[in-house]
C-alpha cells in the first residue's frame, strides 16, 4: 500500500498526491474503502493501490490512513 494525500476532490472524484511524485492519482467515489466521498476532506491522508487505469496512474482501494 501507498500513502498520500488528497489533494482535490471535485463531483465523485478527486487526485491524491504522493510524496516525492511529481504527477498526482486520480481516483473515483467507487474506488473508496471503509469511508465515503463526502467524509473525506482536502489534506486527508490516504493509503491505497496504484493500478494503470484507462487514462494513466489510478488510486484504487482509497482508505483513511
Given at each position: 500500500?501507498?500513502?498520500?494525500?488528497?489533494?482535490?476532490?471535485?463531483?465523485?472524484?478527486?487526485?491524491?498526491?504522493?510524496?516525492?511524485?511529481?504527477?498526482?492519482?486520480?481516483?473515483?467515489?467507487s474506488?473508496l474503502?471503509?469511508?465515503?466521498?463526502?467524509?473525506?476532506?482536502?489534506?486527508?491522508?490516504?493509503?491505497?493501490?496504484?493500478v494503470?487505469?484507462?487514462?494513466?496512474?489510478?488510486?484504487?482501494?482509497?482508505?483513511?490512513?
Open positions: 500500500m501507498t500513502t498520500g494525500t488528497i489533494k482535490t476532490k471535485l463531483n465523485g472524484f478527486g487526485f491524491i498526491t504522493r510524496e516525492n511524485e511529481a504527477k498526482d492519482l486520480f481516483f473515483h467515489a474506488d474503502v471503509g469511508v465515503s466521498f463526502d467524509d473525506l476532506q482536502q489534506g486527508d491522508t490516504v493509503t491505497f493501490e496504484v494503470d487505469g484507462q487514462k494513466g496512474k489510478a488510486a484504487v482501494n482509497v482508505t483513511r490512513a
